[in-house]
């Protein structure tokens, strides 16, 4: 099984990068003219917190979950709908 570029991705624009390294422009394909900055804004910032998604999914499921780990979650949630 081939695994992901590691994380932390980030937005540049519209863009989704490793670092210097472009990891998806993505954000685009479904696009055309029509389509709203704005959408394709949210599309850039969920793709660019999926390192860290799986990483929250990760720590729940793990046997010794806590507070913590909802807590880490609901800031990775929240990083991947655009807020603060």
Known sequence: M???TPGPWHTAGLNVRAGDALICYATNHWAD????ESERQ???NLIAAAPELLSALERLVHPMADDEDLT???KIIAKAKGQP
């Open 42 to 44: 949210a599309n850039a």
């Open 33 to 36: 003219d029509e389509t709203p």
């Open 2 to 4: 081939k695994t992901h």
């Open 72 to 74: 880490y979650a609901l």
